[in-house]
């Protein structure tokens, strides 16, 4: 047997860590078992609330969308009030305040697309507006030209795309994460700050980079291109990997490890209600937690014959081609072995852009749950109990 832990977390993404935060908050022990990254890289950082109607229109107010699901307005704005504290205490900084309205960010097609809650690095308008879009060398995926054509196309705004030039020392391959670690150095900061100082123009316009200036430290070198320039910066998150979601994966990890939450490397195969086993043998005690991920992050895999299976349970959640990719995934998330995530039966994040969302709610369930199970009889502080999950 391994070493006794009260709740062990199969999953080391946006779920899991979150699962790992209300756990320690509480005075918890976690350890978080993964043979993988997680899907913190997938994600530009940003979180969503309920972006899209099922008719494909775009949401300005997701709560009046949801209503009274999963408990009501207070119950949203304590989920999220929650997220924008911890990432304060992680240094992903955003307003104080939770916001009342979803806003716009820029794809890296140039599409506007809504969201909720943001880091203020990230590019976000409350209406589309002018602003000027910063090519860099070698990003395939970030063709400034295309964009601004789109852009302008979509919102009837204009914007100027400006292309930089190669720094000392650039090489061909440079992927966005290449260009994040060169402008965490002085050497590339000196650099980038040179160039679009020369470049652009002295007028108030605000600037639209890649997600590309920094890993540690980006909201130092906004700061320095802001009061530089005089104007706003913010970033356009690209396609994975993504140097947001690397950002907050680390200041995230290192946050919980500082708090005591081990992290062991290895393949579930099976749980039991107070015992998790590894493919090498070993066996963990505690109480298990499923954030494994769907069939993007490798938790579910589909069999020759159609059905979708939780390897680790061995539960059906879905067949193909029946169900919507998207939708499938499982129906009972406070079950003797909680699941959380947004794979939620019935639901389809990627079509309504909640997956931000169902993971706040499943977390919630599942530690409610497991804080009843470890002795307690009421619901843990600052989570709050809803009713069962109706599909809508």
């Known amino acids: 047997m391994g070493a006794n832990t009260d709740v062990i977390v199969v999953g080391r993404g946006p779920a899991g860590l979150l699962m ?32 899209y109607a099922d008719d494909g229109r775009p949401l300005v107010d997701p709560y009046q969308w949801w209503g009274d699901l999963l408990g009501g307005e207070l119950a949203w704005r304590t989920r999220w009030s929650r997220v924008a504290t911890l990432w304060h205490e992680l240094g992903v900084l955003e307003s104080p305040d939770i916001p009342n309205r979803n806003r716009w960010i820029l794809s890296p097609l140039g599409h506007l697309r809504p ?28 063709s400034v030209q295309a964009m601004a054509r789109v852009y302008e196309a979509t919102s009837g705004v204009g914007v100027q795309a400006v ?31 040179g160039e679009v100082d020369r470049i652009i123009d002295a007028s108030p316009t605000p600037l639209a980079f890649p997600q590309v200036l920094g890993v540690d430290g980006v909201e130092a070198l906004r700061e320095r291109l802001m009061q530089h ?36 490397t290895g393949h579930v195969t099976g749980v039991t209600r107070d015992s998790a086993k590894l493919a090498n043998g070993r066996q963990l005690s505690g109480s298990p937690v499923l954030a494994s991920g769907g069939i993007l992050g490798g938790g579910l895999y589909a069999e020759p014959a159609g059905n979708i299976r939780d390897p680790i349970l061995g539960t059906i959640v879905g067949s193909l081609p029946q169900d919507r990719i998207g939708s499938v995934g499982h129906r009972q998330v406070r079950s003797t072995v909680p699941v959380i995530g947004r794979m939620v039966g019935g639901w389809d994040p990627d079509r309504h852009g909640d997956g931000g969302a169902l993971t706040l709610w499943t ?19 600052g989570v709050v109990r809803s009713q069962s999950l109706r599909v809508k």
């Open 163 to 193: 292309h930089l030039p190669t720094p000392p020392g650039w090489r061909p391959h440079w992927t966005a994460i290449n260009w994040a670690w060169y402008l965490d150095s002085r050497a590339g900061q000196e650099w980038l700050i």
């Open 20 to 51: 790992a935060t209300l756990v320690v908050q509480h005075s918890g022990t976690v350890t978080i078992v993964a043979d993988g990254q997680g899907t913190l890289p997938l994600w530009g950082g940003q979180w969503d609330f309920r972006n």
């Open 363 to 381: 977390v919630d369930e599942a530690f409610d749950a497991i804080w009843t199970g470890l002795g307690t009889t009421e619901a843990a502080p």
């Open 229 to 264: 320039l005089g104007r706003v910066v913010g970033e356009v998150a690209l396609p994975p990997p993504s140097v947001g979601g690397l950002r907050i994966t680390r200041r995230w990890e290192r946050w919980l490890k500082h708090r005591g939450v081990q992290f062991v």
């Open 115 to 142: 969201t909720y809650l943001a880091p203020r690095w990230q590019w976000c308008q409350d209406q589309p507006g002018q602003f000027i879009l910063i090519g860099f060398p070698g990003l395939a995926d970030f």
